[in-house]
């Protein structure tokens, strides 16, 4: 046993040497490129059809990619009983860099067979006037109107391109499109089914709640690399959370908080001083709050003269099914239990003044109140879970490790252990996820070469995992007895 430990060491070491040696003659990458936007791993490709006719079927749980042209308007078909409630989301993506107007986005709608509409939502890249990922919800859901959008059948997703690069010149001087407003954008689609309920339920929304903003949360960051998607979001808990390397001017980080029935979501961005320009951007930093469903529910926009700024987001009301009857967008979209996601956004105005270095971003993040049970609903959730908290959600978002999102937690066609991974070259999430283990073997791989040199790297990853593996087990068995070595700001549950 001893020497098998030491040959692991030796190898280990070499490994490390090739690593490093191969690592230094790499090409390096552009320091100024933002980190592109990560779809979800198992994203199927889809294409959007221009007319109801010939409209792809899109399933609940799933996560489809596509993109959306200027001017377009594009169908994907639902099929719904009914019975349960659906929500559609697409996340529209420029390429980074793009030009676009403060008008520019994209409007989602559900609409029937008839073409009304059931719903809809308009998401624009706003006062930031910088192109960053936008996403807008429209749902079907029943009892809300007695005549429409409630029979079975087929139902359309209807995702449009709105704003200048539309081929009208709202929003552009001179009458002229931005350049780059005429290329193509991603989409990512997500669609979510929610079962009825018990009957004997509240149909008005609660009628007060604790409207006052508590006091920050305090301590010594911790820290956590934000993703670049909702599929590799950076879980949090309750704490200060300072990220591992800073936003970038024209970067979007995401982080998701796990909110449970009955409980009170506050969160706080702040934006480091710096010495490297000088000058002032208005509406620099916009975070953004959407729901488990992606559904808009908050955001708060800060500006930045060089010196330390914040943006918080107004108090919410508790998370409770019955906010779906208030008529207060923000209460609204506090209907769900679940993974609440944070979307921050540096404004690519920010690098004329203060260059493409990364500033420095802190979290603060507060969850109050009881945890309580749910509605009752009659059936699952698809996917499953996704409008519920586990304990492993609890843990996932107090050690960085993943926990089930909307991508992953019904099935997870191949991954193992409801790990999302990340594509498209963007970066994982969290500081010990699996993710991050597979992006290591990756790099590990790609820099050992071939032959005995990717042996001995081979055997330097499986020494990391093991030591990694070790590490988490030790962590959870200390917290479990209540001598956790990492501090805590305070409990994320149960206050």
């Given at each position: 046993m001893g020497r098998?430990?030491?040959?692991?060491?030796?190898?280990a070491a070499v490994g490390a040497a090739l690593?490093?040696?191969?690592?230094?003659?790499?090409?390096?990458?552009?320091?100024?490129?933002?980190?592109?936007?990560s779809y979800a791993e198992d994203a199927t490709r889809v294409e959007g059809s221009a007319s109801s006719t010939g409209a792809v079927r899109l399933a609940p749980g799933k996560t489809y990619r596509s993109s959306i042209g200027p001017g377009a308007k594009l169908y994907y078909r639902l099929d719904l009983d009914a019975v349960a409630n659906a929500y559609a989301s697409a996340t529209a993506v420029p390429a980074a860099g793009a030009t676009v107007a403060s008008s520019d986005g994209v409007r989602?709608?559900?609409?029937?067979?008839?073409?009304?509409?059931c719903s809809y939502e308009t998401a624009r890249f706003g006062a930031t006037r910088s192109a960053h990922p936008v996403t807008a919800l429209a749902s079907r859901e029943i009892g809300t109107?007695?005549?429409m959008c409630q029979a079975p059948g087929a139902y359309y997703l209807v995702v449009q391109r709105v704003g200048s690069g539309t081929g009208s010149a709202s929003g552009s001087p001179s009458g002229s499109i931005p350049e780059g407003s005429s290329e193509e954008w991603g989409l990512e689609l997500g669609y979510v089914s929610e079962p009825a309920v018990k009957e004997g339920g509240s149909t008005s929304a609660p009628e007060g709640w604790n409207s006052a903003s508590p006091e920050a949360v305090q301590g010594d960051p911790e820290r956590r690399r934000?993703?670049?998607?909702?599929?590799?979001?950076?879980?949090?808990?309750?704490?200060?959370?300072?990220?591992?390397?800073?936003?970038?001017?024209g970067e979007t980080l995401f982080y998701k908080v796990p909110v449970d029935w009955g409980q009170q979501l506050y969160a706080t961005a702040e934006l480091g001083s710096t010495t490297g320009g000088d000058g002032f951007v208005g509406n620099a930093l916009a975070m953004s709050l959407y729901n488990p469903a992606r559904g808009f529910v908050d955001d708060a926009l800060v500006s930045y003269g060089g010196d330390q700024r914040s943006a918080d987001l107004d108090p919410l009301p508790p998370v409770a099914y019955d906010n779906r009857f208030s008529p207060d967008g923000e209460a609204k979209g506090m209907r769900f239990a679940g993974w609440y996601y944070l979307a921050v956004h540096l404004g690519t105005?920010?690098?004329?003044?203060?260059?493409?270095?990364?500033?420095?971003?802190?979290?603060?993040?507060?969850?109050?109140?009881?945890?309580?049970?749910?509605?009752g609903y009659l059936g699952a959730t698809t996917p499953s879970g996704v409008f519920e908290v586990t304990d492993e959600d609890q843990e996932a978002a107090e050690n960085g490790t993943t926990g089930n999102t909307l991508d992953d937690a019904g099935d997870t066609d191949g991954e193992e252990d409801g790990e999302a991974a990340t594509s498209d070259g963007g970066e994982g999430s969290g500081s010990s996820t699996a993710t991050g283990d597979k992006r290591l073997a990756m790099t590990a791989v790609a820099a050992g070469g071939i032959g005995t040199g990717s042996l001995l790297v081979l055997g330097l990853l499986v020494w990391t995992l093991v030591a990694r593996r070790r590490a988490a087990g030790a962590e959870r068995a200390a917290r479990r007895a209540g001598t956790a070595s990492r501090g805590?700001?305070?409990?994320?549950?149960?206050?």
């Open positions: 098998r430990t030491v040959r692991w060491r030796a190898a690593y490093v040696t191969t690592a230094l003659s790499a090409p390096a990458t552009a320091a100024d490129a933002p980190t592109p936007y989602v709608s559900v609409e029937d067979s008839d073409g009304r509409r109107d007695e005549y934000g993703g670049t998607g909702f599929a590799t979001a950076s879980p949090v808990a309750q704490g200060v959370w300072q990220d591992e390397t800073g936003i970038k001017a105005p920010v690098a004329a003044r203060y260059g493409d270095e990364p500033i420095g971003l802190t979290l603060r993040v507060r969850v109050t109140g009881q945890a309580q049970d749910g509605p805590r700001h305070g409990p994320s549950r149960g206050r």
